[in-house]
């Protein structure tokens, strides 16, 4: 609790708050005097914003699901139970496995599935895969299988679970396989390696252009300013989809993937980056008449001073915020066009090449659980947005402690 | 008010010109062509092209000309309403487009429609009734709408579509209006087929502009204009409609222009996913074959549209917000 | 200069408007009692967060949630048809019924701290102007128009005819405030409430504005709630001033006599703040320390930690109750009751430099 803040009648804090945002706080309420000093402390904006944050339950469930995700995409080779191109050829799309603790015979027992048999459905004549009540097969966790090469340094053959003679009794598929008989959990893992990293380079480039291109235009003003807007309103007002479909299709198809991954990178941030470049431009304008950075001026403080001591930490939590509310924008513009067959393609493994499988709906409808990649994008777009609105609301040096 | 007009439209011009040559060099940026690519087709099929063959395709779409020749020609045709001939086809642009496109555009005005219909009620709802259930069941619905990518949506409502109601949610038209002239019941019965597209590609602006309008009004709802109207007298709803919303509106209204691009994107998406006849697959198929004119010439238009429609809602805007009628707060 | 109890216009008694947030209940007004007489000018003073503000929004019924009136009388006499005054607790009413709203903006009106924010953007300031009228009086639209033409033209707005059809943001703060002024007073209310209408415009038109409502005041017979942080403001226009500190009414009396003889330390202390009546700001002479956040549990007296004639062991245990001086002054000061009796040499000086 600050004494300075004072939400019920919240006249008079402007003073205090443009002080508060330079980190002065304290000095100015040394000038004044201070109350009750015993139970009056001060923190930085950065402690403010941590304490604030932690509030959000939303935003702080979704960082954690976040964290969860990325280490668990980290790790993928090491959690997924077989390697993404292994292809189980008697079990094409294998629906999800169930797991089982209890017995036949009603006795609670370790983890275990049944094997899978194929039997013919005799009303529909379609090939089904049923669960052989006979053969129980334990969960085993850290078991050898396909050999991999860890972050490409370390060769291993362990994986974090599995089962014995998958070839026979049917691989442990938690989320399903799919029309190759491969691992669809395994998967989304290997894919997230490539959907999750796409926003954050992205929106490290988006980040440099932005940030570039608005502060020269906040700074210079006039003609700079005149023609980086008109720039940015041009790109802005062409169609999304459209525009990235040409840009995409407009890559190479002989490129090698990893050249493709960076191309649709670029391709995302070509859009991006003017958002990001407009609130540098308009918090890089809005600061320049602010108190704080007058005063400075006056005191003699170089330009080059300035904005890297003033202006630059007073709206970098502001551009943070947004560079967070763009990552999403750029996963599902991956997904997006990987889905039309226009970004990366197989053997590349990213949601939107998954989900490129699931374009027919019959394919759907018969095995539905192809669709699973989409749950991961939606619970990270929706994690992303949370933890976005989190920060944003955190970083508000006006709202209530 | 006209001069304003005035000056909006001519600034039009230059970006249309712009906004061509750029449609016109990404179509031309990947290496080879339409002939290229045709031939490498027939190729695998087993059939033999001869060079003499080849020069003749490629001077029979114009290819053997530099890219800029290309392009005058292209683009003062085009101004004329001749926008070449796609390859794939065999046809004009203007009769494969035609049609498709007034689709897209009926399909894009709905779904505008529809985000605002539901998206500024919904707003000042969340925002009067702030931190009730409603609110929160409102706020929570947008996320979800927000983070489901369009195609992504479409293809959960075929997938209900099929599992739940045993119907196609697919195509825009019954099969025996398929190939029918327009009629009275034609239109009807796309009506009928086209409110699921327009929902899809609507909830993600919907959600958005939900959020937007509730801030907005949440802001207004606490400047001290509202308090002088709440000090007359007047009845609290009449007076959030009459002040605080009104003022709201504008920021919302102004953001019109912006919604365009996204919906017409989402049309595109999501009419290859549902298999509407609209420009969405068409695009694709010719990106897919690099069917340079047919291409271009689609980006240019959707572009262009979106560009006029942005335009339109500026004037609306202007002639709505006084402060923007009187250059007060410049052009956005 | 006592006012007469039923010749009051105004009774607020015991008035209690709480905040409830989740960082604790915060008293923004805590137990107010002090009356305005008819046509009578009562000046409210106090600093930033005392809970002027609150009153006056109190008053008209208008406080938002978390804010609640929770405790209280507010008695306001209205005169009915035949002359005769009956007397009505405005907290009895529902807040958002058909009698208060007739009550508000019609006989109780009210003007704002930021003229030109307190006018709506994208209505013309006639329209506003208008829809008062309309609301309250019966007459046609042409009549409201020519009423608030004239009302414009009665607060000096020249061309008040083209006026009519002005934006807020085409017009001075000064003006601005003036539309609003003519707003308020364009069904001729009993009672004004005027919340810091100065602060907001420079010193000129501070003088201008103040120099209208005193004549306006006087033409119309209205009483006036003027509620302001600058003592200087109320010096020659309020017939009686009450001063605020945390939600309490501290010292209240005619205002000859309270500038001529504060008795509580903070109205001494406000008075000392303020060197010269054209000088709106001095930061050599300020009262120590800020005002406490409002959800702090002070003991004793709520001033004590910034006062300088605090009794150690007395101001910080005892509440003070307010107590009645001669001519009808009423302080809360435990420096007038007989805690001060042992230790009191701060008083003892005081008096004897009056």
């Known amino acids: 609790m600050t004494g300075a803040i004072n939400p019920g009648t919240g006249s008079g804090s402007d003073a205090v708050s443009t002080a508060y945002e330079s980190g002065n706080l304290s000095d100015l309420l040394e000038a004044e005097g201070t109350v009750g000093e015993a139970r009056t402390q001060f923190l930085t904006p950065r402690q403010l914003m941590l304490i604030r944050f932690r509030r959000n339950r939303m935003a702080v469930v979704s960082m954690w699901a976040l964290a969860l995700l990325y280490f668990s995409v980290l790790f993928a080779p090491m959690i997924a139970p077989y390697d993404r191109a292994h292809r189980f050829t008697k079990h094409l799309y294998l629906p999800p496995r169930d797991i089982h603790i209890r017995g036949d015979d009603g006795t609670w027992q370790r983890p275990f599935v049944y094997a899978v048999k194929i039997e013919t459905n005799r009303e529909t004549f379609t090939r089904d895969f049923v669960e052989d009540r006979t053969q129980q097969s334990p969960i085993q966790f850290f078991v050898k299988g396909d050999p991999y090469k860890l972050w490409g340094l370390w060769e291993m053959d362990w994986h974090l679970y599995g089962v014995e003679n998958a070839e026979e009794i049917g691989p442990i598929y938690l989320l399903g396989g799919d029309k190759f008989g491969r691992d669809i959990f395994g998967r989304v893992l290997f894919g997230g390696r490539i959907s999750l990293t796409i926003g954050l380079v992205g929106v490290s480039i988006s980040l440099f252009i932005g940030l570039l291109l608005g502060g020269l235009s906040g700074l210079y003003g006039g003609v700079i300013d005149n023609l980086i807007q008109r720039l940015i309103e041009f790109i802005r007002s062409i169609p999304t989809i459209p525009l990235w479909m040409g840009l995409a299709a407009a890559l190479p198809g002989d490129w090698p993937q990893i050249r493709i991954y960076l191309g649709i990178t670029i391709i995302l941030s070509f859009i991006s980056w003017t958002s990001l470049a407009r609130v540098v431009r308009g918090k890089f304008l809005s600061l320049r008449d602010e108190d704080f950075v007058l005063a400075a001026q006056s005191a003699g403080a170089n330009q080059w001073y300035l904005i890297w001591q003033h202006l630059v930490p007073s709206f970098m939590s502001y551009v943070l915020v947004d560079a967070t509310l763009a990552v999403p924008g750029m996963i599902i513009g991956e997904t997006a066009l990987s889905f039309l067959g226009l970004g990366l393609v197989s053997p590349t493994v990213s949601w939107g090449v998954m989900l490129k499988d699931a374009q027919q709906i019959v394919e759907i409808a018969i095995h539905p659980w192809i669709l699973w990649p989409a749950m991961f994008v939606v619970v990270t777009v929706l994690a992303l947005n949370f933890i976005g609105d989190g920060l944003r609301d955190a970083a508000d040096p006006y709202a209530d402690l | ?332 | 200069m006592t006012v007469q109890p039923n010749d009051s216009l105004l009774e607020v008694k015991d008035l209690q408007t709480h905040f409830f947030m989740a960082e604790g209940v915060a008293k923004a007004v805590d137990s107010t009692t002090f009356s305005i007489g008819r046509g009578k000018v009562l000046g409210v003073v106090g600093e930033s967060g005392c809970g002027k503000s609150v009153t006056a929004r109190s008053i008209m019924r208008m406080v938002r949630p978390p804010g609640h009136t929770v405790d209280g009388e507010i008695l306001y006499s209205r005169a009915d048809e035949t002359g005769q005054t009956t007397s009505v607790d405005l907290l009895q009413l529902p807040a958002t019924g058909a009698e208060m709203r007739s009550i508000r903006g019609g006989e109780i009106s009210m003007i704002f701290q930021e003229p030109r924010a307190s006018l709506s953007p994208v209505h013309r300031v006639g329209d506003q102007i208008t829809e008062n009228i309309l609301l309250h009086q019966p007459v046609t639209p042409s009549e409201a128009e020519l009423i608030a033409i004239d009302m414009l033209q009665q607060v000096h707005i020249p061309l008040a005819e083209q006026r009519m059809g002005a934006f807020a943001h085409q017009l001075s703060g000064g003006m601005c405030q003036r539309v609003m002024i003519a707003m308020a007073l364009s069904c001729h209310p009993n009672l004004l409430i005027a919340d810091e209408p100065t602060t907001a415009l420079d010193v000129t038109t501070e003088a201008q504005i103040l120099e209208l409502m005193q004549g306006l005041q006087a033409e119309l017979d209205m009483a006036i709630m003027f509620i302001t942080h600058d003592l200087g403001v109320v010096a020659d226009m309020a017939d009686e001033v009450a001063v605020m500190y945390l939600g309490k009414i501290v010292e209240r009396g005619a205002a000859a006599d309270i500038f001529r003889d504060p008795k509580h330390p903070y109205t001494i202390a406000l008075l000392e703040s303020l060197p010269r009546m054209d000088q709106k700001r001095d930061w050599l002479q300020t009262i120590r320390g800020v005002v406490p956040d409002p959800y702090s549990t002070l003991n004793g007296c709520p001033f004590h930690p910034r006062c300088a004639d605090s009794m150690p062991g007395v101001c910080d245990e005892i509440v003070p109750q307010p107590i009645s001086l001669e001519d009808g002054r009423e302080v809360r000061c435990l420096l007038y009751t007989e805690h001060a009796t042992q230790e009191s040499p701060q008083l003892a000086e005081e008096s004897s430099h009056q």
């Open chain 2, 1 to 332: 008010m006209r001069e304003y007009v005035l000056q909006r439209v001519l600034q039009l011009i230059p970006t249309l010109i712009l906004i061509s040559i750029v449609s016109f060099t990404i179509i031309q940026l990947p290496p080879g062509d339409y002939v290229t690519t045709y031939v490498a087709n027939l190729a695998a099929a087993g059939e033999e092209v001869s060079e003499a063959e080849i020069e003749a395709l490629e001077e029979h779409y114009g290819l053997n000309q530099p890219g800029y020749i290309q392009y005058i020609k292209w683009i003062t045709n085009f101004v004329q309403g001749d926008m070449g001939l796609s390859f794939y086809w065999d046809r004009p642009v203007n009769r494969l487009i035609g049609e498709r496109l007034m689709l897209t555009m009926i399909m894009s005005f709905f779904t505008l429609l529809f985000v605002y219909a539901m998206a500024i009620p919904i707003g000042i709802y969340s925002a009067v009734r702030q931190y009730s259930p409603t609110d929160y069941t409102f706020t929570f619905i947008g996320f979800i709408g927000l983070a489901t990518p369009n195609f992504l949506l479409a293809l959960i409502f075929m997938y209900i579509g099929i599992e739940f109601f045993d119907a196609d949610a697919g195509g825009l038209f019954s099969i025996e209006y398929l190939d029918a002239p327009w009629s009275v019941a034609k239109i009807w019965d796309m009506l009928k087929h086209m409110w699921l597209p327009v929902v899809i590609v609507g909830t993600s602006g919907t959600a958005g502009t939900i959020r937007v309008m509730r801030a907005t009004t949440l802001d207004e709802l606490g400047r001290p204009y509202v308090e002088t109207a709440r000090a007359k007298g007047l009845r609290e709803g009449p007076m959030t409609m009459k002040y605080p919303v009104r003022v709201a509106l504008n920021p919302i209204l102004s953001t019109i222009g912006w919604q365009l691009p996204q919906i017409v994107s989402g049309t595109v998406l999501v009419a290859l996913v549902l298999n509407l006849p609209t420009t969405g697959p068409l695009l694709w198929r010719a990106l897919m074959s690099q069917d340079l004119y047919l291409a271009a010439s689609m980006i240019l238009i959707l572009s262009s549209l979106t560009l006029i429609g942005t335009l339109i809602s500026d004037i609306l805007l202007a002639w709505v917000d006084p402060r923007i009628r009187y250059g007060e707060r410049g052009t956005t």
